[in-house]
């Protein structure tokens, strides 16, 4: 079994993962104070993360399967994603555009398998919003199933994809995920072409979050902790993830298509990064 909490990648932890009960997992961003979706945050950090996580629920699955009378409270379980627990000012700031940038497989190869991989989790997913949530970090709140932000009384907080404001271009995942997961073309305008910075009163009435708490991380925890226990139950039957993927084809086949003309310079810095 996992020793918990772990602090992933070893060799300076930009994130955490603990495991508080026996059905719930928190994985808490900490890049500094604002948590930027970095390389290694995303491939030394989060992806280790969600495979521990998928790794001690399936062990725990397989109990309910072998005998579940026996084993009727295993298999249940979901998992919280929140920024950094010591302040209440950031969810997270996004990626880190400058390097992400520098990278011409960023997305393909780093971004998008995150998304990928969330949007498609085999347990519940919750974001828990507890400051500013901006572009990537938007897009990863997206790719979970819920959303619960802080109301923004005591601190104000955006959820904002504020790309056009300084000339940046999506990838085709972006507007992908806006496509999978909201159907209006006024909101998608709104989110995507204004660069609307929402309130969460806003958020709330989008349908864009699920829920708003008066309070601070402590308090947007403690609800994401409450839809977590309301659905874990469904994680019990196997089949939570692959309902999603069904969901998520649309997206899921847009992502993996690489529409850019054929480069080595790329392909060899893509091998390179894995070799």
């Not at 011409?104 to 919750?126: E, G, K, M, S, W």
């Not at 902790?225 to 659905?231: F, L, T």
């Amino acid at each position: 079994m996992t020793a918990y909490p772990l602090g992933l990648p070893a060799s300076g932890p930009l994130i955490t993962l603990s495991h508080p009960k026996k059905t719930l997992w928190v994985i808490e961003l900490h890049n500094g104070q604002d948590s930027r979706l970095t390389h290694d945050l995303i491939n030394k950090g989060l992806q280790p993360a969600l495979n521990t996580v998928e790794k001690d629920w399936r062990e725990s699955l397989r109990l309910r399967f072998k005998d579940p009378k026996a084993n009727k409270d295993e298999g249940k379980a979901a998992l919280i994603i929140v920024g950094r627990r010591d302040q209440d000012k950031f969810f997270s700031n996004g990626l880190d555009f400058e390097n992400s940038q520098k990278d011409p497989n960023f997305f393909p190869d780093t971004f998008d398998p995150l998304l990928a991989r969330i949007i498609t989790f085999p347990i519940p997913t919750i974001a828990a919003i507890n400051g500013h949530c901006f572009a990537g970090a938007f897009m990863l709140s997206l790719a979970c199933d819920y959303r619960v932000t802080t109301d923004g009384n005591k601190r104000r907080v955006w959820l904002s994809m504020n790309e056009i404001h300084f000339g940046a271009p999506w990838p085709i995942s972006f507007a992908a995920l806006i496509r999978q997961k909201f159907g209006s073309g006024t909101l998608q305008r709104k989110i995507a072409l204004e660069g609307h910075r929402f309130t969460p009163q806003e958020a709330l009435e989008a349908g864009i979050v699920d829920a708003i708490v008066n309070g601070d991380t402590a308090a947007v925890l403690a609800r994401a902790e409450e839809v977590a226990d309301q659905w874990a139950v469904n994680a019990q039957s196997g089949v939570w993830g692959s309902i999603k993927r069904e969901f998520a084809r649309d997206f899921l086949d847009t992502i993996r298509r690489d529409h850019r003309p054929p480069n080595p310079f790329h392909e060899d810095e893509a091998a390179k990064a894995k070799l």
